[in-house]
Antibody
Framework: QVTLRESGPALVKPTQTLTLTCTFS?????????????VSWIRQPPGKALEWLAR???????YYSTSLKTRLTISKDTSKNQVVLTMTNMDPADTATYYC????????????WGQGTLVTVSS | QSALTQPASVSGSPGQSITISCTGS?????????VSWYQQHPGKAPKLMIY???NRPSGVSDRFSGSKSGNTASLTISGLQAEDEADYYC??????????FGTGTKVTVL
């Protein structure tokens, strides 16, 4: 059974760095597993569209949204089954529900999603 | 990477068919068959409805179908039902090895 759960602060101040953790179960991201799985972060501002942010693959390749690349870092801790996203220089425009999700790398299917966590950026 | 273009809204009466378009470029939709569609009800996480342009995951109604022509992918919902009222998003793999979502379409059942 595959599950993903996001955790992190609900409120951050402008210019601060956001750190979100995705804790997952039911699959592996370890290199030794050659699982072919990836984890992505996706966000959705209130009332607006989904926006893909970043992806880390089982072989530790990392990919970022072109528009946010300079502010994002994604990493994995296979021993804890966790993926961490950091986003620097937070702005009120970054207020959104942040989702982590599993991707199957052979066909880029986003097949399982976390419930999402709302992050508000305000002073 | 610009968002894929979808109509803001589409509506139909129960039993009718509707089609949602998703237009990109040769660097995403037109270049790969890794196009998927997601349904999102208010306050819920998205749900996979179509993958690889036209494949349905197990458990998804066969009223949902997908296709692609050139740089435009399409999702068709036939026999529209009240439960189909939701937001729909397309998604594509890109030439930069990233993913990109569409602008989203609100489906209203009249």
């Amino acid at each position: 059974q595959v599950t993903l759960r996001e955790s992190g602060p609900a409120l951050v101040k402008p210019t601060q760095t956001l750190t979100l953790t995705c804790t997952f179960s039911g699959f592996s991201l370890s290199i030794s597993s050659s699982s072919g799985m990836c984890v992505s972060w996706i966000r959705q501002p209130p009332g607006k569209a989904l926006e893909w942010l970043a992806r880390v693959d089982w072989d530790n390749d990392q990919y970022y949204s072109t528009s946010l690349k300079t502010r994002l870092t994604i990493s994995k801790d296979t021993s804890k089954n966790q993926v961490v996203l950091t986003m620097t220089n937070m702005d009120p425009a970054d207020t959104a529900t942040y989702y982590c999700a599993r991707i199957v790398d052979i066909n880029m299917i986003i097949d399982y999603w976390g419930q999402g966590t709302l992050v508000t950026v305000s002073s | 990477q610009s968002a894929l273009t979808q109509p803001a809204s589409v509506s139909g009466s129960p039993g009718q068919s509707i089609t949602i378009s998703c237009t990109g470029s040769s660097s995403d939709v037109g270049g790969y068959d890794y196009v998927s569609w997601y349904q999102q009800h208010p306050g819920k996480a998205p749900k996979l409805m179509i993958y690889e342009v036209s494949n349905r995951p197990s458990g998804v109604s066969d009223r949902f179908s997908g296709s692609k022509s050139g740089n435009t992918a399409s999702l068709t919902i036939s026999g529209l039902q009240a439960e189909d009222e939701a937001d729909y998003y397309c998604n594509s793999y890109t030439s930069s090895s990233t993913l990109v979502f569409g602008t989203g379409t609100k489906v209203t059942v009249l």
